[in-house]
């Protein structure tokens, strides 16, 4: 199993810079390689771009930097900005953090429309994990990635993907061909993006779009527009509100991602819907018709990362990130702090994806090929540093 170089760098200097219906596959969980088998702290002003040590710099710096030195634009696939550590790839739906002990970055990123997979790193050269057979209508593709439960042990990935005839959800390693896990998911013209987290407890967690039907979406009998929770099999998770059904709650549109306390305590998903883009808390058994939060000017929600006291949900059409304030019992606490938009932080344009590294910092996906308005390196896969939480009052 390929693993990214290490860093020359810690990565604690990035904090401190400045920045079932149907279709269940029954094999095991066997390892990879073995037979498949049927089935300083920033401030607001400061924004999330990090300034990281040149080499030969000291190894904490003593203090915050006191100025910014403007940073040249790319020169073709060259990036001069130390947050990208990943470039010129195409549309970066999907990102999947590499487990990490504080010394290395690495991440698996995921093209919508080609469905190829990269293992990317800081001071490593991108290289191709897998690539997986996916149909790229509409808004579908590779959507999901999500690191096995036990992927220090197995190597296993999970991916959501639009093929000629559903939607569904495969895994993979390294060298060896996708199996399905669990399919069937329904298919549209639209409605076909697919987000996956692991819960903490060994499951799946499966956010499916309403595949342009939105009663679907409150069909008990579909696996369209849900979360659904299932075994690294396929099967209905333990715990589920109804034992023979994956359906954890109802009422999607278009899922964006999810994301997680570390503890798996708090849940959430985003939503891109007809009206208004939202955010919801997940709750087993419920229907998603009670939003966290709103945007009624629909900033395409898509990533998020839960740091605690803020969730930093990123955005396509408002090519920035919004950062929630929370308060302790979890609860949205204030209107968003808007940061890498080009005048809070540097601007990455579209995000696609965001998935957590460590406490403090997250990896994120460019899809400026996508309707964006692309720089000569995109797409990229950059780092964001969380925001400190502020704002009051609420909409």
Request: proline fraction near 10%; charged fraction near 20%; glycine fraction near 12%.
């Amino acid at each position: 199993m390929i693993r990214p170089r290490r860093r020359s760098w810690p990565l604690a200097l990035l904090a401190s810079g400045a920045l079932l219906l149907s279709g269940c596959a029954e094999f095991d969980d066997s390892a990879a390689g073995q037979n498949w088998q049927p089935a300083p702290e920033l401030t607001p002003e400061a924004g999330p771009q990090p300034e990281l040590p040149e080499a030969g710099t000291p190894a904490v710096p003593s203090g915050p930097p006191t100025s910014q030195t403007p940073i040249p634009p790319p020169d073709g696939c060259k990036d001069f900005d130390k947050a990208v550590i990943a470039t010129c790839l195409d549309t970066v739906s999907a990102v999947a953090a590499l487990p990490t002990d504080g010394s290395t970055i690495g991440a698996l990123a995921a093209e919508r429309k080609s469905g190829r997979v990269f293992l990317v790193g800081a001071e490593a050269e991108k290289s191709e994990f897998a690539t997986l057979d996916v149909v790229a209508q509409g808004d579908g593709g590779l959507t999901g990635l999500a690191l096995s439960p036990t992927y220090g042990e197995d190597g296993l990935v999970f991916a959501y993907v639009t093929t000629p005839t559903d939607n569904r959800v495969v895994r993979f390693a390294q060298g060896q061909p996708p199996k399905p896990v669990l399919t069937g998911i329904p298919k549209g013209q639209t409605g076909n993006r697919g987000a996956l987290l692991t819960d903490g407890n060994g499951s799946l967690l499966v956010a499916t779009g309403d595949a342009g039907n939105a009663a679907a979406a409150a069909d008990p009998g579909s696996l369209a527009g849900k979360v659904l929770r299932i075994t690294p099999a396929g099967l209905p998770a333990e715990g589920n509100p109804r034992p023979d059904s994956p359906v954890l709650a109802s009422g999607l549109h278009n899922p964006g991602g999810m994301c997680k306390t570390t503890d798996g305590s708090r849940l959430w998903v985003t939503d891109q819907g007809p009206e208004k883009d939202a955010l919801y808390r997940i709750q087993p058994g419920s229907d998603l018709s009670v939003p966290a939060w709103t945007w009624p000017d629909q900033p395409g929600v898509t990533g998020c990362t839960d740091w605690t006291d803020v969730l930093a949900v990123a955005t396509s059409t408002g090519a920035n990130v919004q950062n929630l304030p929370l308060t302790e019992d979890g609860s949205v606490g204030g209107k968003p702090q808007v940061t890498m938009d080009g005048n809070n932080g540097t601007s990455y344009g579209k995000l696609g994806a965001l998935d957590p590294v460590t406490p403090d910092v997250a990896v994120a996906g460019t899809i400026n090929k996508d309707g964006g308005t692309p720089v000569s390196s995109d797409d990229r896969v950059v780092l964001v540093v969380r925001q400190p939480a502020s704002g009051s009052g609420r909409d």
